[in-house]
């Protein structure tokens, strides 16, 4: 014992000696000490992740009123799908510093945008404006090897995972080609003013978690996506999707492709944008319309959609970069934050959420705005917030939506609890301003819920999978799932 004693005073006296000469240097040591020893998991920490597993299939519950017809558009194309690094190698391109773009115009570009986004582990989407370069490099990611084909665009993605339900008919209207309609599945009816000669070709450019590229490394896996795509840029086949609504007769409307017109300039999404609102507002008022986003760069397009489309839609899914560009554009909460530092705060989140139903939804009873409910979804958590009165199910679908998330980028139909781990914080707060209320994750029932007025918020955790196999739209799949869980209660009368 005294020797240990003794040890203890001479590591002591050597520690106060290194802080008197180098103030910084104990804390340097005790850093390289704790990144050198191997990272061990917690005793049992396995059981957090089975409580939650197991919990979800008792509170995932069919919703009393199920949708029997889902029509969705407009955006639809074949995902190659590449390993981002190998494609770039191929190429002969060297990797270098990142640098976001908001459009691409050549292979350099590419390459920052790819390294910017690498580094932060983020998703993001671009136009590339020369075709001809496009086009080489398509022929690049087509043959090399290992490269696959998938159904994409996030309007087909939506409606396989609809079809995936044998109760639903399903209508998908976009740019459909051959090789994509061979692709679809049978269940899903396309109608024959939305099939096209040739494919849009999307170039899917992924990344494993940890993988390197010179300097920059994936801190999780993710995946940037270029395109020329001229039909689903110009949302040409909008107008034909809302005419085929009348003979159609949907139950729910799905609509998504609205950031593919961002890359075709000003001019073009000026004037489109309001044709969009137009039409969409040709929608019969008692059919639920949900609009799914996706990654954009442009604050005043992001702004105008805020303003314009999203008051006459029921429904929005979006992820943490979306919503961060969301509040940026409109000048909501937290938009000095210029992105998010690992997982995003629950509380931060939580209060951009109310913003939006609050100033552009529903949420004032009085207000003339239809937006009701918004299914959020990162990495580590989802949180399904909805003005009350105008949607049900909702622990069902915010946990149905999280279970997919686990299984598919597992490359699995179900959970595998050695296959996955908990990122989410069990602790959280429901503002990142007071007031606020303290909040816990109950591995035993994970679905958190809060209010804040009027506007109910339900969180559960994902259950992340430690070697994802695809990550591609994996956002459309979490959406899809839960708007089949969800279900609209009637209106309160006027």
Request: hydrophobic share 45%; with cysteine.
């Amino acid at each position: 014992m005294w020797r240990n004693a003794v040890l203890v005073a001479v590591l002591a006296l050597g520690m106060g000696y290194l802080y008197h000469t180098d103030p910084e240097l104990p804390a340097r040591m005790l850093n390289y000490i704790s990144e050198s020893l191997p990272q061990m998991e917690p005793s049992g920490s396995s059981e957090l992740e089975e409580a939650i597993a197991r919990a979800w299939q008792t509170l995932i519950t069919a919703p009393a009123r199920r949708w029997a017809r889902v029509a969705v558009g407009v955006n639809a194309c074949v995902d190659v799908v590449v390993s981002g690094v190998g494609l770039l190698q191929a190429l002969a391109l060297e990797p270098g510093s990142g640098r976001d773009h908001e459009m691409l115009h050549n292979k350099e570009d590419l390459k920052e945008a790819f390294v910017h986004y690498m580094g932060k582990g983020a998703a993001a989407e671009r136009f590339f404006s020369d075709k001809e370069v496009f086009q080489r490099i398509a022929r690049a990611a087509a043959e090399y090897p290992g490269a696959q084909l998938y159904v994409g665009g996030n309007a087909a993605l939506i409606g396989q995972k609809l079809a995936s339900n044998p109760e639903l008919v399903v209508l998908l209207c976009g740019p459909v080609g051959p090789k994509l309609h061979d692709m679809l599945d049978e269940q899903i009816v396309v109608p024959p003013e939305s099939l096209q000669e040739t494919d849009e070709f999307h170039l899917i450019l992924e990344y494993m978690s940890g993988e390197q590229w010179g300097s920059s490394r994936a801190p999780q896996a993710n995946r940037f996506i270029l395109s020329h795509d001229v039909s689903n840029g110009e949302m040409s086949t909008l107008e034909t999707f809302v005419a085929s609504l009348e003979e159609f007769q949907p139950d729910l409307v799905v609509l998504s492709g609205l950031h593919m017109m961002e890359g075709m300039g000003r001019d073009l999404w000026e004037e489109r944008l309001k044709e969009a609102v137009v039409a969409i507002s040709d929608v019969r008022n008692e059919v639920p319309i949900h609009l799914e986003l996706a990654s954009m760069t442009d604050r005043d397009y992001m702004n105008r959609i805020l303003q314009e489309v999203m008051p006459i839609v029921n429904s929005i899914g979006l992820n943490e970069q979306e919503l961060l560009f969301l509040a940026q554009s409109g000048g909501g909460p937290h938009a000095d934050l210029t992105s998010w530092d690992g997982i995003p705060d629950v509380g931060r989140v939580s209060d951009i959420l109310l913003w939006v139903l609050e100033q552009h939804g529903r949420a004032d009873p009085e207000s003339e705005a239809d937006l009701t409910r918004i299914h959020f979804h990162t990495l580590a958590y989802h949180i399904l917030a909805t003005v009350d009165g105008h949607w049900g199910n909702q622990v069902a679908a915010v946990a149905a939506g999280a279970r997919v998330a686990s299984s598919q980028a597992c490359g699995l139909q179900a959970v595998d609890i050695t296959k996955v781990v908990l990122k989410a914080p069990l602790n959280f707060h429901s503002s990142f301003s007071e007031p606020r209320e303290s909040l816990a994750v109950d591995p035993t029932r994970p679905v958190t819920m809060w209010r804040r007025g009027n506007v109910s918020f339900h969180l559960t955790p994902v259950l992340v999978c430690k070697q994802p196999l695809r990550t591609v739209g994996l956002g459309d799949a979490i959406s899809a799932e839960g708007l089949v869980f969800s279900e609209v209660t009637p209106r309160p009368e006027l």
